[in-house]
């Protein structure tokens, strides 16, 4: 049996420990609301969207904007933001409706984006979409 580990494998295990040590994290498990400015603020996201089951790419401007292509090449803009609790909310242009969520790390460098469902009988929040890679600026020049 090999016990040597690669660094490769390390890497989310160490982001995980320092965001869990720095109390970027609340107790439940969601991101806190400066760990979510920190993951987001001017990055493009590479996400997965798991009801609709489509890839997308979103721009979180640091004024506060966001554009999104999906792999269709259909095209969204509008505003977001983050509330003190943590809770990720986006506003699209064409809609008056905010699609908001905490963010949660997966411990592999993704992180799920959870939405509490009024129609969820059960309760509690599902896990509706999950940010797979994230860049520095606009690197897709959204």
Not at 24 to 36: F, I, K, N, P, R
Not at 113 to 121: A, D, F, I, S
């Amino acid at each position: 049996m090999n016990h040597t580990l690669s660094r490769v494998s390390l890497v989310p295990a160490l982001l995980l420990g320092l965001v869990m040590q720095t109390g970027l994290a609340q107790a439940s498990g969601d991101l806190s609301a400066e760990a979510v400015n920190t993951l987001l603020k001017d990055k493009t996201v590479f996400a997965w969207h798991e009801r609709g089951r489509f890839n997308y790419t979103s721009f979180f401007a640091a004024d506060g904007t966001v554009k999104q292509v999906n792999e269709k090449g259909e095209k969204l803009s509008g505003s977001w933001s983050v509330d003190s609790s943590g809770t990720l909310c986006v506003t699209w242009t064409d809609s008056s409706d905010s699609n908001c969520g905490k963010l949660q790390a997966n411990g592999d460098g993704t992180y799920k984006r959870m939405r509490t469902n009024p129609r969820n009988l059960i309760g509690g929040a599902i896990h509706f979409v999950t940010f797979k890679r994230f860049e520095n600026g606009n690197s897709q020049g959204l």
